[in-house]
């Protein structure tokens, strides 16, 4: 791998969220201020994760874009973990602790991105779901090595929005918390090249509990007044 | 009083936010699709309640409405509350639980508005800093006639724009919860008048506690990222 390229692992890059953050990340590689990067996309299954990396792709030559500087493969959860600089949570809370354990040796010094919402389904609506050390965030704190540099962003972000790399009309708003000043600068600097987001100093990490509680609240939102794939502004 | 008017009461409207709100509802008298009403600011204090009432009327004259439809008097908060419809709770959160109980018997049957947001100063931050009960709506509905329909609404407004009612370019969107099918229609009838705000259906009481966490990450928001009295839009 070429050592001036960022690498960046999506573990349980095969779900919603993951394959739109995936496609975004690729493009940065065709922006002139975009951080060059290469993805591992992480899975419990290799072959899943193969299979999405070529996905993502086919996806981006179906849109018509020159993929030859874009490199997304896949591996198992440790062995992307272990390659990579960034590593980004796409997986269910519920999921989290028993993958953090199994991957933790290989999180020293690593910048570690929590887009992880942990929520519930009430009646017809969706419940935001804390742990008790008071977010997804914090928990995953926790249960990291004490280099590891946690930064929470990426709960606000529509997928479909996220996914459909061609038609970007929208700039949302996207907020990074983190205690550690270096690793938030830069994962807003990804965010900033996304496409559609414009990324927002969100201050500490504890912050993180408004932002995971903001995402079933929208998903209501969205439901409770028929909107669709709703994103966020502050103006 | 003209029994067709709403008639609502402003507690604590000698506040910032409280300000806003009096001229804001005071406007809707003027409009013709705006839900007329006689409007009772509420204080500890008689005479700051008349002075707060005098210095409304006396701004929107100074902005050049005929301010001859509208009526704002003051009065001590019990008798404010006693006298209206609506009653807005413009009020700290730490002397809400003392006011419940001093105006509890003038509750029943009234719907009860709270912008509520109890946060404290951490550093330079501002922090969440929610009742045993979850959130100050759900502390309110606890400490209240049961008869009393609570709503939580008007918590993620910039007093700043509230209160400029001449230049009203932003409109911005505006959460009302409820357990109250009827109340909340009603606040949110109320809400679309204001002539900056977008009324959006927030779903049940519970979720007020993240539109109340809203208020401290949008104040640290603002102050981390350079910017000034902002508003929430999803789109």
Do not use: W
Not at 194 to 206: E, F, I, R, V, W
């Amino acid at each position: 791998m070429n050592s001036e390229k960022l690498k960046i692992a999506v573990l349980g890059g095969t779900g919603n969220i993951g394959e739109g953050m995936v496609l975004r990340l690729a493009l940065q590689n065709l922006m002139p201020e975009g951080m060059k990067n290469e993805i591992i996309i992480g899975s419990r299954s290799l072959e899943a994760a193969n299979e999405a990396a070529e996905k993502a792709l086919s996806e981006l030559e179906n849109c018509g874009f020159d993929t030859s500087s874009i490199k997304i493969i896949g591996m198992s959860n440790f062995e992307a973990a272990k390659a990579s600089e960034i590593v980004i949570l796409t997986i269910r809370f519920d999921h989290i602790l028993p993958l953090l354990k199994e991957i933790r040796e290989t999180l020293e010094n690593k910048v570690l991105i929590s887009p992880v919402v942990p929520m519930v389904k009430e009646g017809s609506l969706m419940a935001y779901r804390p742990p008790v050390e008071g977010s997804a965030a914090l928990a995953i704190q926790k249960n990291v090595p004490e280099s590891t540099r946690v930064v929470a962003a990426f709960h606000n972000i529509p997928a479909g929005k996220l996914k459909d790399v061609v038609k970007c009309k929208a700039v949302h708003d996207a907020l990074v918390c983190s205690d550690d000043a270096e690793a938030k600068k830069l994962v807003m600097e990804l965010t900033r090249h996304m496409g559609c987001l414009k990324p927002l100093d969100g201050g500490p990490l504890k912050q993180a509990s408004t932002m995971e509680s903001l995402t079933p609240l929208m998903i209501n939102l969205a439901k409770l007044n028929g909107l669709k794939d709703l994103g966020i502004n502050f103006s």
